[in-house]
């Protein structure tokens, strides 16, 4: 039988037929409890514990009855008026040039505020909303989903849009406080894991992806939308169309993962996209590669907190590792400041796994 998972505001329900592997997997989450009138398990939702369920049992079908059965339900108890200053939103935000991530990114944010609200206490009209409401649901989801600051900060960005743009309230009314951006430190991969994972990853379409998001430090947006047009093999370069911030760039195109797309290319013949998905309409999306990504961390048993993101993080490191000056690395992965691009400098083993510690030098003359 599949693992059926059901995702709430507060919980996420995960119903399975019993197996003690199966037991054993999700007693790995914090704060499981099973419920014995119907036979399932209950885990209080956080981005974490939602990742970590499914990285349990990435090998088990999977089959989620969370998004379109409980944002049907609650869209069903919201009004036309309610249901209006969505739309407005969305057309504010495509007014003022946000691209279609960032729009789905804010309208998340906002549908699950509103729902939040609307749970607590029952809307009657939008102009209800007000900062109160804002500061008890960014403190729900710091306390009680255990969300990171940078996630609770994106919801204040587009709850402030919101009141802004739609309720036209003023800014003296919003004072909403952001929580302190945490430092945190990209987790990266050494040299000999990225090798034990492209070695486990036999399917010649998944190598070529995660050989070109290390190769070139992509992002996984980025990956997939590529296109054939976009390799330019003469001048050994990749084109990014419109990445992060809606900006065009151009990155390295590495020789070992031009031939690995050749023989790829020769396969499976890809027409417009690089990496079309498996219907054939479109390209393959951002979480089928992710899937892709986790089961090869399993079978590489990678122990750390690794996410195809880590790749860019690695591709950076190793750059700066072997000498690449900074701001080349900047260019190369598309940030705006050289502020962002320092943070590799904390995490390379040049900086810091070859300094000797006091304790080896004294114990040397012991």
């Keep these: 039988m599949s693992i059926i998972v059901k995702k709430g505001i507060n919980n996420i329900v995960v119903c399975f037929n019993y197996s003690v592997d199966r037991v054993n997997k999700i007693k790995l989450i914090e704060g499981n409890k099973f419920n014995y009138e119907d036979n399932s398990w209950t885990i209080p939702y956080s981005v974490e514990a939602y990742k970590k369920l499914r990285l349990l049992f990435i090998n088990e079908e999977i089959i989620i009855k969370n998004n379109e059965s409980n944002k049907d339900q609650n869209e069903n108890c919201l009004n036309n008026n309610i249901r209006e200053s969505f739309n407005k939103a969305e057309e504010e935000l495509k007014l003022k040039g946000f691209s279609y991530k960032t729009r789905k990114v804010y309208l998340g944010h906002l549908r699950r505020f509103i729902f939040y609200r609307n749970n607590t206490k029952p809307i009657n009209n939008i102009n209800e909303l007000n900062i109160t409401d804002a500061k008890k649901y960014i403190l729900f989801l710091l306390d009680n989903q255990k969300n990171s600051h940078s ?13 802004n743009n739609v309720l036209k309230l003023k800014t003296g009314d919003m004072e909403l406080s952001r929580p302190k951006k945490e430092k945190k430190l990209p987790e990266v991969l050494s040299f000999d894991e990225v090798c034990r994972i492209f070695k486990v990853v036999s399917n010649q379409k998944h190598r070529a992806i995660l050989l070109l998001v290390y190769s070139a430090g992509l992002r996984v947006g980025e990956v997939v939308s590529l296109k054939v047009k976009d390799i ?51 390209h393959l999306t951002e979480r089928s590669v992710q899937k ?36 080349f690395i900047q260019e190369l992965l598309g940030h705006s400041s050289s502020k962002t691009t320092e943070i590799y400098t904390h995490v390379t083993e040049k900086s810091i796994a070859k300094i000797q510690s006091p304790l080896d030098r004294l114990m040397g003359k012991l």
Excluded at 153 to 163: D, E, G, L, R, Y
Excluded at 257 to 274: F, I, T, V
Excluded at 294 to 320: G, P, Q, W, Y
């Design 151 to 163: 996630y609770a900060s994106q919801a204040i960005s587009s709850i402030k849009f919101f009141f």
């Design 232 to 282: 330019d093999s003469s001048r050994m370069l990749i084109h990014v169309v419109q990445g992060k911030g809606m900006k065009d760039r151009y990155t390295i195109l590495s020789p070992i993962a031009l031939e690995e797309l050749r023989a790829y290319a020769k396969k499976y013949r890809p027409d417009e996209w690089l990496f079309e998905g498996a219907d054939g309409n479109g």
């Design 292 to 327: 892709v990504f986790d089961k090869a961390c399993i079978l590489a048993e990678i122990k750390k907190n690794a996410s195809v993101h880590t790749l860019r993080h690695s591709f950076a490191t190793h750059l700066l590792e072997g000498g690449t000056d900074i701001r």
